[in-house]
């Protein structure tokens, strides 16, 4: 992908929000109906527990609803709705578009489809949004993985959960915080992972992790090369939440310590087109980005796509003032 214009209209990340289902699933609950074991699902991925019910538009209004009360946004002021999904609860219309009726926007909406790499495709649009003339965008990833998970298939339902997390980007005068971004798919892999509609998630796991951590470092370097940036000025790595052992491999050959990455996947599992914004709105609420902070969202899914996008928290203007975000 072409390195972002000079001059183009930016934008910042002024709320966001989550949403996870009550009901959680531990690993030894998991034990019970299935060959597993807790120690062995830990090593093998770092995931504890994961959450799982609910369906996408209900998770969706959760975590928009909590994101635009956060950013204190007009609801008549979003321009548009993109929701990632890789599991809308209709086939049509777009689960975006009852999302959007329930919080009450009028506004553009539809959905996204990625698979894990949902939510950053869905960033990296509403950004080119902003660019051609919209101010103010809700961006939603939400998947509902628990629906075509066979519960039989100890390869999966170790991995697979429920989730949902959003922000909203505002338009700002001047150079805004994407500053290098990275789209991705290798459609001849798509036998590695796969659903029908209507059927359940196949998966080939060792092929996907092997692809993973290649398309994941591939991806990350064409953003950071993109940004005009290196490794080591990466304040906080933002990976997609599949399993432990494929970020810490990702994240080895890109040369970034664990200590930099926002992790929720001991605890959420593999939410797919939530898992890149439930981690990163988890480090936001835990203090963990400050502004100047340069961001690295990375990650993979079905497809097989990757995406990636370096981010400079709360944007950055010529002069290197802040930038002011627009009525
Ligand atoms: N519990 C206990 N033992 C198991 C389990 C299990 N759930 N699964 C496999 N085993 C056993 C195997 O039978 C094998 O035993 P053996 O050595 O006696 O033959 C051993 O454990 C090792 O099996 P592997 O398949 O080699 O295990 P691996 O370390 O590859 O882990 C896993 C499997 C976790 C699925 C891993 O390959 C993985 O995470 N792959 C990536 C999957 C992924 O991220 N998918 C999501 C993509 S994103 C999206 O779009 C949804």
New binding site residues.
């Given amino acids: 992908m072409p390195a972002i214009p000079p001059n183009v209209r930016g934008a910042v990340i002024t709320g966001w929000g989550s949403a996870l289902p009550l009901k959680v699933i531990t690993n030894h609950d998991?034990e019970q109906t299935?060959?597993?074991?807790h120690d062995?699902?830990v090593d093998?991925?770092g995931i504890h527990q994961r959450h799982v019910g609910g369906s996408t538009v209900g998770l969706s209004v959760e975590s928009g609803r909590a994101t635009l009360e956060m950013s204190g946004v007009e609801l008549s002021s979003i321009d548009a709705l993109v929701l990632a999904t890789?599991t809308p609860d209709r086939v049509v219309p777009a689960s975006a578009a009852t999302v959007q009726h329930q919080l009450g926007l009028s506004c553009g909406a539809y959905d996204v489809n990625a698979?894990?790499?949902g939510f950053v495709y869905a960033l990296v649009q509403a950004h080119g949004m902003i660019a051609m003339g919209a101010k103010k965008v809700l961006v939603i990833g939400t998947?509902t993985?628990a629906r075509i998970t066979d519960w039989t298939d100890?390869?999966?339902?170790?991995?697979?959960a429920d989730g949902s997390a959003a922000v909203v980007l505002e338009a700002v005068e001047g150079h805004g915080q994407l500053l290098g971004w990275d789209l991705d798919a290798d459609g001849a892999a798509e036998k590695f992972?796969y659903s029908e509609v209507g059927g359940l998630?196949q998966?080939d796991?060792?092929e996907?992790?092997r692809r993973?951590v290649r398309i994941m470092v591939d991806s990350a370097t064409k953003s950071m090369n993109h940004a005009g940036i290196t490794a080591d000025e990466v304040a906080l790595v933002v990976p997609?939440q599949?399993?432990i052992?494929?970020i810490q491999a990702s994240l080895d050959r890109l040369g970034l310590p664990m200590e930099k990455t926002a992790l929720v996947l001991h605890r959420t599992g593999?939410t797919?087109s939530a898992s890149i914004p439930l981690a990163l709105a988890d480090a936001l609420d835990n203090g963990r980005v400050k502004k100047g902070d340069l961001v690295l969202l990375v990650?993979?899914?079905?497809?097989?796509?990757a995406a990636s996008a370096v981010l400079r928290w709360g944007g950055t203007t010529a002069d290197g003032a802040d930038p002011a975000v627009l009525p």
Wanted: net charge positive.
């Fill in positions: 998991l299935i060959d597993t074991s062995w699902i093998r991925t890789t698979a894990c790499s998947d993985l100890r390869n999966t339902a170790i991995l697979f992972l998630i998966m796991g060792k996907v992790f993973a997609h599949a399993n052992r494929i593999n797919s990650g993979f899914g079905a497809g097989m796509t």
